[in-house]
């Protein structure tokens, strides 16, 4: 009697140990396939281009004399002022056109009209009074697609007794294709580290599956400083000031499939560590 109660078990036992097995076997043949391996590589890369466009940036101004308020301000005063301005206004742009400028590369900024505090003359006790008097000034900028002309402009702007030049910044004229320039060179170099950490791993490249920037190309024009007071420019010339370069920075992360015998061997991802140059 008590054999039969054993064997049922054992029975059930079986079944439940089938049950598993195909189970676990269904569970098997449903599971996603491995991933396939890949190469995840970062590069950057950069350009310097010499500038080809040049803006050069000066003022004009004429000022009142100083009183002790605005309201004792002569208005004839003002009048001459605006008028000194204006002719010297003048007598810069044709200096300009007589250097071969085109009208349309000078900019002649409208008139601006400010109040400014000086130092007045010391009275019987000593203490300095403070003036007031009113300035009207102009600004100028002079677009260059030849930079070579840079120092003849500087002294035609010296000898139309312009006030102060505020700077220089040099750009490019055609910025897209610098800044394409600078992506590919990125895409290349991710390209070349790929093929040489492939190789060296007794693998071949396969499907590009991923591309993103990791830096998007930057650009910036370069600003050269050249701020002077007229009186202390004298007779000096640009000529000799050099635009230098402009550097643009571009970055790719990319990811390719693998192949050949030992990528099938080792299913995974290799990551690339970023370079920098």
């Given at each position: 009697m008590s054999s039969v109660p054993h064997s049922l078990k054992r029975l059930?036992?079986?079944?439940?140990?089938?049950a598993l097995f195909a189970l676990l076997a269904t569970s098997t043949a449903n599971a996603a396939p491995a991933t396939p391996p890949s190469?995840?590589?970062q590069a950057q890369s950069w350009v310097e281009v010499e500038p080809d466009k040049a803006t050069l940036s000066a003022r004009?101004?004429?000022?009142?004399?100083?009183?002790s308020t605005l309201e004792d301000t002569d208005s004839d005063e003002l009048s001459n002022a605006r008028e000194r301005l204006e002719k010297r206004a003048s007598e810069l742009i044709k200096a300009m056109e007589e250097i071969g400028i085109e009208q349309r590369a000078i900019n002649a900024g409208s008139l601006n009209i400010y109040p400014?505090?000086?130092a007045g003359p010391r009275n019987n006790?000593?203490?300095?009074?403070t003036l007031i008097r009113t300035r009207l000034e102009r600004p100028f900028s002079?677009?260059?697609t030849n930079i070579g002309q840079l120092g003849e402009v500087f002294d035609a702007l010296i000898g139309a007794g312009v006030n102060t030049l505020d700077g220089v910044q040099f750009d490019l004229q055609d910025r897209d294709a610098a800044t394409d320039e600078a992506l590919t060179k990125a895409l290349e170099k991710a390209r070349h580290k790929a093929d040489l950490?492939?190789?060296?791993?007794?693998v071949r490249l396969g499907q590009v599956q991923r591309i993103e920037e990791t830096q998007a190309p930057i650009f910036q024009p370069r600003m050269m400083a050249m701020r002077a007071e007229s009186d202390s420019m004298g007779s000096g010339s640009a000529s000799d000031y050099r635009p230098g370069t402009i550097r643009i920075d571009a970055g790719v992360n990319v990811e390719w499939t693998l192949r050949g015998q030992d990528a099938r061997a080792r299913p995974g991802r290799i990551a690339g560590e970023q370079e920098q140059q």
């Open positions: 059930r036992y079986g079944v439940i140990g089938s190469l995840n590589v004009l101004w004429e000022n009142t004399p100083a009183v400014e505090h000086v006790n000593d203490e300095q009074e002079v677009e260059l950490m492939a190789s060296t791993l007794g």
